[in-house]
Nanobody
Framework: QVQLVEFGGGLVQPGGSLRLSCAAS????????MGWHRQAPGKERELVAN???????YYADSVKGRFTISRDTTKNTVYLQMDSLRPEDTAVYYC?????????????WGQGTQVTVSS
């Protein structure tokens, strides 16, 4: 099983920056995709950015050019650098990791971290 712990949320003014991190621990054979989703009040959860084991990355159109996803495979950690933040980026951000147990592929979610962009 894999456990995820997220850090880095908080309150920031528009135009500011935050860096989220998500560390995976536990028993697994291999970690595949590591990504970030967010859910704003009254809205559905959406994929923000994803880092594949191949090195490919994905960004939602709304964050392209402002957010950067990266991962440290030695620490089983994924980061989300968020720059030029806007009020519409306010949401709870969740880390999601796909991994193999050696027998089957599974996924798990972090507990979520609140990001609030407001003046």
């Amino acid at each position: 099983q894999v456990q995820l712990v997220e850090f880095g949320g908080g309150l920031v003014q528009p135009g500011g920056s935050l860096r989220l991190s998500c560390a995976a621990s536990g028993t697994f054979f291999r970690i595949y995709d590591m990504g970030w989703h967010r859910q704003a009040p009254g809205k559905e959860r959406e994929l923000v950015a994803n880092s594949a084991i191949t090195g490919n990355t994905y960004y939602a159109d709304s964050v392209k050019g402002r957010f950067t996803i990266s991962r440290d495979t030695t620490k089983n950690t994924v980061y989300l650098q968020m720059d030029s933040l806007r009020p519409e980026d306010t949401a709870v951000y969740y880390c999601r990791v796909f991994f193999s147990t050696g027998i089957e592929n599974r996924d798990t979610w972090g507990q979520g971290t609140q990001v609030t962009v407001s003046s």
